[in-house]
């Protein structure tokens, strides 16, 4: 049995729209702006359901934004959940792994949606900017 | 109505011999209701109280008894979370409905008066009030019957969760740690694993070798069994089996601790039926006998708890258990311990010495077969990190492994002695179930 090891997360890399892609290749001053979803009272297909549909997910998406999950659910459990609403997402970690969503993406902007203090916890912890999921988030749907 | 407090049950003491009522007690039915992560509000037919008389019907149902033939009801009438989560287990005020529920009974509160109330249960003649949870409810009806209080018991316990954070509210929310708080919990939260588990659990570590993550395959195993146990959490929410990746990657709850360590608080409610041996010859259900029930609530000297009195206070245990059954540990077919918070299971493991495991053998012990096809079928119930926070996997297990109606998760190697338990090291009890009254 392997015990004691702390490996990465897989990450899924995946064809990202233009802006985040090209920013995750240049690494210059247009940089994308990055949204990590917590799932259970954050997303639609949490529990309980939270407040962001996965058409509000499409949107963002649209919008250029680099997403993905980031949540206590297991990492199979996550990709299964993208892939049942057919969208591709840049990562799906474990709630305290952030750190390795920042090592992977450069971006202009972290954010972290999630519903309890322990999102807020490590989203801070590893430099995102937190966000529940109510009308706070609202102006990320906006053009960027 | 009977205050539980005047009634002299308990088997808690040292050297009581072998329990009077022996094989004269038997379970004769079970049921659980759905197993929901949270009541959502506004289904009615959710309800805490719902979830009761649903579970009392389903064990009614089994042994093939009427209403009118209930003559007690012990149903534990306090939250989930106890009263030791005080305000912090407090879902009022909030609003209410009509009729019965008409405020918290029947809510996030259910008891003896409230069912018999609305399941029309006119020959009750014992219901006492001020109850426990179900760790030592088991042997109150097993008790009450068998000094013939009643005949034909019913014994519930609910478990409920609404939305919001279990046992976060009240005065775990409160910024300052007032009166006694500020010695015992000046940080705020008081939730049980920082307290009973993980200073024992570390020197456990230190004093036998090994490391925590060797919890793994017990964790896992209860995983496994969880999606063997139809009516649970995992297995009607289809929650994935975790792999050992997922173990050794999850998130730290409270260093060591990881998250798969602790249960889910889940809303839910589970009914036993017992009654006299005599009376259960002529019900539906092949009878499963109680050979004995003990209980202790060990005093404590600080609030932290130590390896060396977690050992003693399970030795103690185990020994009034074999002593009031009559039986050894070689004689233990079914073992369903606590598993509340993982870290907790070793300790019983080794002071009843199931399977000939020692003080110190039990992280070995894990790392082979405790499969329930295998030679050492461990905790064949799934537990609590397996089904949810029922607090009421380990019986109902036990009582179908020894009828044989287990299903997938019936055990391949003899079984015809049970010993179940929601406990913690210092304080609850255990129940010995036999297949035959002797
Ligand atoms: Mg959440």
Redo the contacts between chains.
Sequence with gaps: ???????A?PILTIPLPLKGREANIKGDTSLAKLISFDIDGTLETG??PGRITMVMVRQVQALGYIIGSCS?R????QKRMWQQHGIEVAFTV???RLDEVKAQYAAEHYVHIGD?NMDKYHAELHGFTYYFPDNSIDHLWEPI | MTNANDYKWRRDKDGMGVWEHRGKVAIVGQGHSPVD??WDGVSMDKTLGAYSMLACQKAMDEAGVTADQIDGVICCDSHIAGPSGGSASKWAPRPYFAPPYDSEWGLTLVNAQWLIKNMGLKNVKFAPTGLPTISEMVGMAAQAVGDGLCTTCLMIYPCGNL?G?YRRGGENADDYAKGARQWTVPWGNHGGNDFINIFPHEQYCRKYGG?H??L??FVINQHKNGMLTPWGFNAT?GI?P?T???Y?????ILRPLR?WDCDRPVQTSTALLFTTADRAKDMKQKPVYVLNHNQYNFKKRSTQESLDEIELWTDTAAKRMYEGAGLQPKDVDIFNPYDGYSIMTQFYLEAFQWHGVKRGDALKFY?GDISVKGPHPFSSSGGNLGTGRTRSAMYTDSIEQLRGTAGARQVTVRAETALAAFTTPSNGGWIMLGKHPS
């Design positions: 049995m392997e015990v004691g090891l702390h490996r997360a529990d309980p206590d297991t990492v199979s459990h474990l709630k305290h309890t | 992560r949270r939305e954070r490391q993550d060797d793994a395959p929410h994935d975790i050992v990746d997922d050794v990657n999850s998130r730290f998250i790392a």
